[in-house]
């Protein structure tokens, strides 16, 4: 082992060379590092350019981190809401006759059709509701349809949505949800937010470096379901009874009759209105929406129109003239913050459910640098305590040790920035804790040599019997290591991932330069000093 | 130089016998353990019982504690605990879990936001719902689970299974004691504990491992040399590694506990606690079982133990 082959010794210093200078982007800044990739020729590859830096974590850099969960019951509301909307169309189309109204369960809707040749009429139609779920694999549809539909003798007809309905739509309602908070984060103006789906109902939102977390707790906690809508009179049909925010939440009736919905509209600017200088918001609807907005004003010329956001009236103005023009205004009881948000909100459109936050994590930027400080503080001293002691303990293999220990740290490192892994605080424990773990490779391979040589061996084969014996030992004993790092990551989150991150890198790079790194650095001392002994 | 050297050459520590010490110990601080899991119970962070915690610093000045806690618990979110904790003014609050379901632990930050946002900043915001908290607490027990039958398979097919059984009965008997040090000091229980604890896992196993290689190693040389005196020499010949990987990593702990931040201080106080505890449990706690159990009735066939003895040499 102590031969060493000139091909073997350049092809290490390599990868350990490139290793390292993996982690050299973390010292640019973000612009730098833009501007490197920017400055490139065409020709080099992007993972030769040091613009892969690792992301902090958000207990570093600071932000927020929310988990929210679609509300099962509210979709199932609604989604119980368009059945009997879809029921009562097919009812009217078919001319059908209905013995009381439609009846509303937990599940689904029921009604009662005395007549036999209705039913037979109706049931068909009423059949087409139902969607089949599933993707048409290799398997075909998995079979489940969206709606039961369920026909008793005595004239009894019921619909339930089914349990694969509910989950379908759950599922979809994220894909939209993860959408329209994209857009309505991205709003806020702030770098890089990271949203994703979490299991089957959940969206995890984590935006770094936010001053106001209040202000992303309230923009996600919106539905924001615009609609215009006619306040009707008090004793009309087809009436909503709606909380008004201009008189102070006493409800006001609303016509059911939706004039234009938030999905036609595609801009709203906060602004401030010229006469009373009041915050205001300012509208524009696309054509579809300007035409049924003008046609209604024109229709309803001094009456009131409503502007119902999430079934809450935010205003009700007096219609003075046409809008026919696709553009209007909503005023009410603003203030610029206010505003600011209700725009916001509208751009983005609608989440399709109400979302509830189940799990909130802030950090303040504050608190990120100081632990950033104070990890570096650590790091410094752990790395200068373990090397002194290493020196200390073998003499001229203590400092080979401290290479390899050396060498190690930036490989982490730089392995973490090409994976473009997260650094965080557990992370930082766990490089510190690596520092102290890493050098027991080298201590069993320097014990080794030791026990060896003790035992009368030459310093040749002492040397080459404490790398081949150790070598079965460190592989043992990373291994059972690396397993509970595994077990860590898999079933960690967040913080505590970034720690088995770490951990498992570390245990996979110490294997490299505790057996190749420092196996070379002493064939090379070997060759050098010629030495009769082990030097401790 | 005259090098450091922390153990001498050749020990003959009769590490085996000393079990006769180590068992009731070991079951008395067991039982100790079992008694204030019962009784005193873990000091579960929000994490795992669901609630807000807030840490706030004094814009300027001396945190008022006493007027900060008597505020908080005129709110009607129940009972408050505010501490001072670290240094420059910093405090904590920690409300509990609030009946009524998700939303209602929302009402708990804003309230507390919009009062004391005026005289402090706030460093850090958690709030952890009631579902949520649940199924950390499932992970977690899953984590350790996982981590232990995986490490048993994995010493079951590399050594035989009853070096396997005595690796996890150490591995188990460090979790204990870790739990039991978790319960005496009550420091908060949390994500970042089970992350301690499985590092403790891991940490537990290497020790393990390093004495057991050894032992499987003296098996195959000395086929008549009897068992607790094999397992004295297999401890004894890697005392000096044990005691210097063990040196150098509470090295690392110590640096990592006055220099790492108050965040990460718990952790790394576990870590140190547990150290300790598995150096001390791979020499007294798992080699000792390894008496009960036939350890060389497993031994690999012939074919397989020359195959084994041509790779070493």
Redesign the interface.
Known sequence: MLRLQARKVILVLLVLVFGCGLAVPNLFSPETRKAIEQGAPAWIPRFLLPIHAMTLGLDLQGGSHVLLEIDRADLIRSQVTQLRDDVRRILREERVGLQGGIGMTPRGVQLRVPEAADRAKLMPKLRELAQPIGTFGAFGPSGNQSIEVNENPDGLIQLNVTEAGVNERIRRAVEQAIEVIRRRVDQIGTTEPNIQRQGLDRVLVQVPGLQDPQQLKRILGETAKLQFRMVADQNATDVDMLPSQDQGGQPIPISRQVIVEGEDLIDAQPAFDQRTSQPIVNFRFNIRGAQRFGQATTENLGRQLAIVLDNKVISAPVIQSPITGGSGQISGNFTVQSVNDLAILLRAGALPAKMTIVEERTVGPGLGQDSIQAGKMATIIATVLVILYMIGNYGLFGIIASIALLVHVCLILGLMSLLGATMTLPGIAGIVLTIGTAVDSNVLIYERMREESRMGRSLVSALEAGFQRAFATIIDSNVTMLIAAVALFTLGSGPVRGFAVVFILGILTTVITAVTLTRMLIALWYRWARPKALPF | ?R???IVP??TRFRIVHWRRLAYPFSAAYSVLVLVLFLTVGLNFGIDFRGGTLL?M?AKSGKPDIAQVRQTANSFGFGEVEVQEFGSAGELSMRFALQPG???A??GV??KA?ATFSEAY?????????P??SGE?VQ??T???V??II??LV??WF?FEMQLAIGAIVGTMHDIVLTLGFFLITQLEFN??S??AI??I???S??ET??VF??TR?LLRRYKTMPIPELLDLSVN??L??TA??S??????????V????T??EG??LV?LFGVVVCTYSAMFVSTPVLLYLDVRAGRLDQSEELAEAKA?V
């Open positions: 130089m090098l450091l050297r050459d050749n840490e610093q379901g998700e939303i632990q929302q930050v804003t936001r900043e706030f460093r850090r915001v958690e709030t952890v719902g579902r949520v950390l992970a977690g899953l984590g350790v996982l981590a995986g490490v994995y010493l590399r994500l970042t089970i992350a499985l590092t896992v891991g940490y196993l290497n491992v390093v290689d050894r190693e010949t890697t000096s590694r210097i990987t040196t150098t990593t509470v090295l690392a702990l110590v640096a990592l006055f220099f790492g931040g965040a990460i952790f790394a870590m070493r």
